[in-house]
């Protein structure tokens, strides 16, 4: 069995460390492809667990971390990600989904290929390019001004008599084939490794502290964005394309405006068919929202736009064969089977791990250990079996089986839906000791050095059995084990005191309730404020929530009645921890609101803002619980359904002065 958060942490340690050593060092040890390889198991690892993920993790940096020998630099505004799609379905959804939330019957869209470069950040005052950096975390970024100087494409000065006092735009650094299969050839004559694909180049040139190195790459870049103007902003986003051409940008290629969803659709499978041969690599076609003023009452989710898709294209598949398969206990109980595969390059990356997700995925495929299949990945999802090649079966194959008992603890295992899990929970040592090590994670309560290692040695060795016992270490029996010396023991006794205070959405997401991510335990401290109150939710009241649907809500009602968990939290309130909660007040206190047509002073991501601020809960759609109704310009359905069900309406003046 695979303990996956080692796994992760091994391959978060690996990982800092070849950064270390390219980057800061310039001195790799491993080939790119090896690199990017383990960045990749990484990525897959989080995504099939996403309780494991943490903000200090690789992936949530873009081609290496933040370097201390670049200066940082604040993003003139956040660089976001793109929520990933691949089917028309999804795309029409999106669509109808978008209308019923702007209350429009139509919406043009601006489709661009989806280039597989580095973001940067490229910021002109007065005409003059004065600084760039890297994407970054999204909002700080490191200061790469000098190697973005180096690639042609980047002018010095904008084209115009009458440039802008502030021009940030958001671009894409790539390198096109056929100067990757040229670098590739210098590096593999002189002896040295080679990239694993273009991206990987580019970025690497981009980060490098020669700009010579920069220069010496032949790079591009295409720019897509605005993140700050002071001039008078364009209505659109075709708008916007044309404002950076004329200004001497050069941008996406093929970007194209299509009237109707359908014409967006038909785009990405016309892209889709040449990308083979342009020399340039994408992975799909970005749909974007054409009128800003819509981008702007849609407004941000957590980490991506709600105006903007990447429709992703067809994964690439090659073929390969099954050496094993293993099954892996999650922290929530769930047993996973994995594939091992024969390590088969797909799409530029080496995979030997694929997931079968569960038994109902194995008996439908009809994959047996010894078979040949096909695999493939598309984007950043976990590596998939999509196809066994049954005529290549020679008969030596041999069928797998969920096994009956948990290969962590010996507990029969029970079926739930189409998966298995073992019931023990924190009686399960997989369970107890990966919950240990989410509960101390950096986003959780936050113990630094409390890794899966430690808490591999301290529970071996009878110190801790759940979460409660960290709270009960002592300095002499820590000073007794391996390895440990003062330095070690003191900085361990230290984090923990340190982490007896938390938050109560750290707490909530520490506690590793299943379905409960970071982003729902502040939606969670948001409208109870109490650990207590959280407790007490009946099922009724956590449907109440926003964003809570009726699994999230069971999930944590299971979790809170169970006595186990309930036990476990009382132990730790006993030993001190504190959780640190919210007070809920505010004008808006307990009130639903839903805002419709376009506000005059006020985005529509600020009114919502403010409706959280005071205690409210900004909602999409006009229900019968909804309080009221803010009504600016040109409102729509939502509005004629407020009055005909007799609810409140007010304009955004009052809503102002409600708050003032």
Same mark, same amino acid.
């Given at each position: ?15 800092? %460390? ?70 028309? *379905? ?30 940067v950040e490229l910021v ?9 950096? =890297? ?26 008599? %009458?440039? /802008? ?8 650094? !790539?390198?096109?084939? $056929? ?25 690497? +040139? ?12 032949? !790079?591009?870049?295409?720019?897509? $964005? ?7 902003? /364009? ?8 404002? @950076? ?110 997931? @079968? ?18 695999? *493939? ?20 194959e041999r069928s797998f ?8 603890? $010996? ?25 240990? =090590? ?14 899966d290692r430690t808490v591999?040695? !301290? ?20 000073? %007794? !084990? ?100 919210? *007070? ?6 307990? %009130? ?6 376009? @506000? ?30 803010? +009504? ?26 409600? @708050?003032?």
């Amino acid at each position: 069995m695979v303990n996956i958060a080692k796994r992760i942490a091994e391959l978060r340690k690996e990982i800092k %460390k070849h950064n270390d050593l390219y980057y800061a060092k310039g001195k790799p040890v491993v080939s790119d492809s090896e690199y990017d390889l383990m960045v990749r198991e990484l990525r897959e690892l989080e995504k099939a667990h996403p309780e494991f993920l943490t903000a200090d993790s690789p992936t949530q940096k873009v081609g290496a971390p933040l370097r201390s020998t670049f200066a940082k630099i604040e993003h003139a505004s956040p660089m976001l990600s793109l929520e990933s799609i691949y089917t028309d *379905e999804e795309l029409l959804k999106f669509d109808k989904t978008s209308s019923e939330d702007l209350e429009v019957q139509h919406i043009e869209y601006v489709a661009e290929p989806k280039l597989d470069g580095f973001s940067v950040e490229l910021v002109y005052e007065k005409g003059t390019f004065v600084r760039g950096s =890297t994407r970054g975390d999204g909002y700080m970024g490191e200061d790469v001004t000098n190697n973005l100087k180096a690639i042609k494409n980047v002018p010095a000065e904008l084209k115009g008599a %009458k440039p /802008p006092a502030l021009l940030a735009v958001r671009g894409e650094v !790539l390198m096109h084939i $056929g100067d990757f299969q040229e670098l590739n050839k210098v590096q593999s004559a002189a002896g040295r490794d080679v990239f694993a694909n273009p991206r990987n180049a580019a970025a690497g +040139a981009v980060r490098n502290l020669d700009p010579g190195v920069t220069q010496s790459r032949n !790079l591009d870049i295409y720019c897509y $964005g605005l993140l700050a103007y002071s001039g008078k902003m /364009p209505s659109t986003h075709l708008e916007t394309i044309e404002l @950076l051409e004329r200004s001497g940008l050069k941008t996406a290629p093929g970007a194209r405006l299509c009237r109707t969803a359908d014409e967006a659709i038909k785009y990405h499978h016309d892209l889709e068919k040449k990308r083979d041969d342009l020399d340039y690599e994408l992975d799909g076609v970005v749909i974007k929202i054409n009128s800003l003023e819509y981008q702007d009452r849609l407004g941000m989710r957590t980490t991506n736009p709600r105006w903007a898709v990447a429709y992703k294209f067809e994964a690439r598949k090659e073929v390969t064969r099954v050496e094993d398969i293993v099954v892996q206990v999650g922290r929530t109980g769930v047993l996973t089977p994995v594939a091992l595969l024969q390590p088969v390059e797909v799409g530029g990356v080496t995979i030997s791990r694929a997931t @079968l997700h569960n038994m109902d995925e194995i008996e439908r495929l009809g994959v047996q250990v010894g078979d040949h299949v096909k695999v *493939e990945r598309a984007g950043d999802v976990i590596p998939k079996v999509v196809e066994v090649i049954r005529d290549k079966r020679s008969g030596s194959e041999r069928s797998f089986s969920m096994p009956l008992k948990c290969p962590s603890c $010996g507990t029969q295992v029970e079926k739930e839906d189409v998966h298995y899990r073992c019931p023990a929970g924190l009686g399960c040592p997989a369970q107890v000791k990966e919950s240990m =090590t989410h509960y101390a994670a950096k986003d959780a309560v936050d113990i630094d050095g409390f890794s899966d290692r430690t808490v591999e040695q !301290l529970f071996a060795e009878g110190l801790i059995s759940g979460i409660s016992d960290i709270y009960g270490l002592k300095r002499d029996d820590l000073l %007794k !084990l391996d390895g440990w010396k003062d330095k070690k023991t003191d900085n361990i006794l230290s984090a923990i005191e340190r982490s007896r205070e938390v938050t109560l959405d750290r707490f909530i997401f520490g506690l590793g309730i299943r379905k409960v991510g970071k982003h729902i335990a502040a939606i969670l401290m948001k409208k109870f404020g109490t650990l207590d109150k959280l407790r007490k939710a009946s099922v009724d009241d956590l449907l109440g929530v926003n964003e809570v649907g009726p699994e999230i809500a069971g999930s944590i009602s299971d979790f809170f009645r169970n006595p186990v968990n309930a036990t476990e939290i009382d132990k730790l309130m006993s030993m001190g921890v504190r959780v640190i909660e919210k *007070e809920i007040k505010g004008e808006l206190l307990g %009130k639903k609101i839903v805002f419709t047509g376009s @506000l005059n002073k006020l985005s529509r991501s600020e009114a919502k803002k403010l409706v959280e601020d005071n205690g409210g809960e900004p909602i999409s759609t006009v229900t019968s619980d909804t309080d009221f109704v803010v +009504a600016g310009d040109k409102a729509g359905s939502k509005l004629e359904k407020a009055r005909k069900a007799g609810i409140q309406v007010i304009s955004e003046e009052e809503f102002l002065r409600l @708050l003032a």
